[in-house]
């Protein structure tokens, strides 16, 4: 079923309750379950305010479609920095003084272009390195000193490089996915056994 951000939808969920609201985001998921990529991530206003995210295989009904454009979804764009977690901070005016993959998250959060995946700090490094555009200093190869404007520039011209493919974000998904139904069940097995054992005794 078709639907988009703005759009009021009803789901419907396996006890047959009911919800409306209108799609605030759509968040693409890419791993892979018995041969079936994961369906997208919807995010709703219900009507009475709440935010509820649920999988949009549930989403039953478009009761209402939006005229507005949606803007371009955009993985990084709920991205805030901390100065104190993410050493990320201003000295000069138009410098920016941190590690290179909050400094080039900071600006992937900025672009009004759809990317669905998530940051490759590997190829980030990687590039960086052979083209440090806007580069003032770098203390230890870890904390980069630079002009933000011309940073911003290269982080523009070069997003759809440092950013994980579709293959790349499946793989990553998919282990992770893997990892932790592997964990579900050996924790349903532990809890199986001991519930076993204490009927024995």
């Known amino acids: ?16 309750t009911t919800t409306r609201g209108v799609v605030v985001s759509i968040e693409p998921r890419f791993a892979i379950y018995n041969k079936v990529r994961t369906k997208p991530l ?14 949009s295989s549930y989403v039953t009904k478009v009761i209402e479609v939006s005229r507005a454009t949606p803007t371009p979804y ?4 709920n991205y805030k920095y ?14 920016l003084y941190g590690p290179l ?17 998530q940051l ?3 190829r980030l490094v990687e590039l960086y390195k052979k083209n440090p555009v806007g580069l003032i200093s770098c203390d230890q190869n870890v904390y980069y ?5 011309r940073f911003k520039k290269w982080i523009r011209a070069n997003y ?5 493919t579709v293959k790349e974000q499946t793989n990553i998904e998919t282990e992770i996915e893997e990892d932790y139904l592997q964990e579900y069940w050996e924790d349903v097995k532990a809890w199986e056994w001991e519930e076993l054992h204490e009927k024995l005794c």
């Open 145 to 149: 000193r630079v002009d933000s404007k």
């Open 160 to 164: 759809h490089r440092i950013v994980n």
């Open 1 to 16: 079923m078709r639907f988009k951000v703005g759009d009021t939808i009803e789901a419907t969920f396996f006890n047959k």
């Open 74 to 77: 955009n993985s990084f764009a």
């Open 82 to 95: 901390q100065t104190e977690i993410d050493y990320l901070v201003t000295g000069k005016r138009n410098v």
């Open 42 to 55: 919807v995010t709703v206003r219900e009507e009475d305010g709440n935010i509820r995210p649920f999988d």
């Open 120 to 122: 490759n700090i590997y």
């Open 101 to 117: 993959p909050q400094l080039a998250v900071h600006f992937l959060s900025q672009l009004p272009f759809e990317i669905h995946t």
